[in-house]
């Protein structure tokens, strides 16, 4: 199952600014609105990772991982 987000994007002052309603932290710039959406990519993808590793480290032995949709 693949999640969609969702990113602000706009041009300030030359650069694009932006970042991912949905995860915290994950805001980025770049040269180009292309070059943004791809720096977004990467760091919603490695944040997602991140998130992921240290949740998944944090309960020990004996857990139960569960899909839940919102």
């Known amino acids: 199952m693949q999640q969609t ?4 994007v706009k041009e300030d002052e030359g650069r694009w600014v932006g ?3 949905e995860v915290p932290g994950v805001n ?3 040269a180009t609105r292309t070059a943004l959406v791809e720096s977004l990519r ?3 993808a490695e ?3 991140f998130n992921r590793d240290e949740a998944s480290s ?3 032995r ?3 991982e569960l899909p839940i949709a919102a």
């Open 28 to 30: 980025c710039q770049g």
């Open 47 to 49: 944040a997602i990772a």
């Open 62 to 64: 004996g857990y139960e």
């Open 58 to 60: 944090a309960p020990g």
């Open 19 to 21: 970042w991912i309603e």
């Open 42 to 44: 990467v760091t919603l």
């Open 5 to 8: 987000y969702t990113a602000v």
